[in-house]
């Protein structure tokens, strides 16, 4: 019977933890800025050669975000109408699970285990600068992104730019 709610505790532990891999995003833009004027992108490359990733995290986030650029219609362009800054933000993290933790179930049969899941957990930034008037007129972000797991590491990273480029008001004409 140990066995057996021990199996069910690190089950409802795996679960959980998949449940933290969600991505959190948000968006911000201006208003005043007529989003429909742009047509065109390229990377803002002083921010490209910050951006705090390994060399192949690197291409397959700007493959990412050149895919869901595409798909909404931009082309990429060597006099582009806007600049896409990519900024990776890191921070380490600690999950602790255990018994009690999950409305307090009452099983006192495994000793007072607890769990711990360290990580470093990722925030992806996409800003998108006029180079013209140089300035910034759409902010995106995505939190939560785990940075040590390497499962299924390329399909996040497209789902991730994906959800946060979904933010990007197409449609919204500026109210001036």
Not at 8 to 31: E, N, P, Q, W, Y
Not at 62 to 91: C, H, I, W, Y
């Amino acid at each position: 019977m140990k066995t057996f709610q021990k199996l069910l505790m690190l089950f409802t532990v795996v679960i959980a933890l998949a449940g933290c891999s969600s991505l959190r995003t948000a968006s911000d833009f201006d208003k005043d800025v007529d989003l429909s004027s742009y047509k065109t992108y390229n990377f803002y490359d002083k921010g490209i050669a910050k951006v705090k990733l390994n060399n192949l995290d690197k291409r397959r986030l700007m493959a990412a975000v050149e895919s869901q650029m595409n798909a909404k219609g931009f082309t990429k362009s060597t006099s582009p109408d806007l600049l896409v800054n990519l900024v990776v933000v890191a921070r380490e993290r600690t999950d602790f699970y255990g018994p009690g933790y999950y409305g307090g179930w009452g099983w006192g049969g495994w000793g007072g285990s607890n769990f711990a899941n360290q990580y470093i957990e990722g925030t992806i930034i996409i800003d998108f600068l006029d180079p013209a008037k140089k300035k910034l007129f759409w902010h995106g972000q995505g939190s939560g992104f785990n940075l040590d797991s390497f499962n299924k590491r390329e399909e996040r990273l497209n789902t991730g730019v994906k959800e946060i480029l979904a933010q990007y008001p197409t449609k919204t004409m500026a109210t001036k």
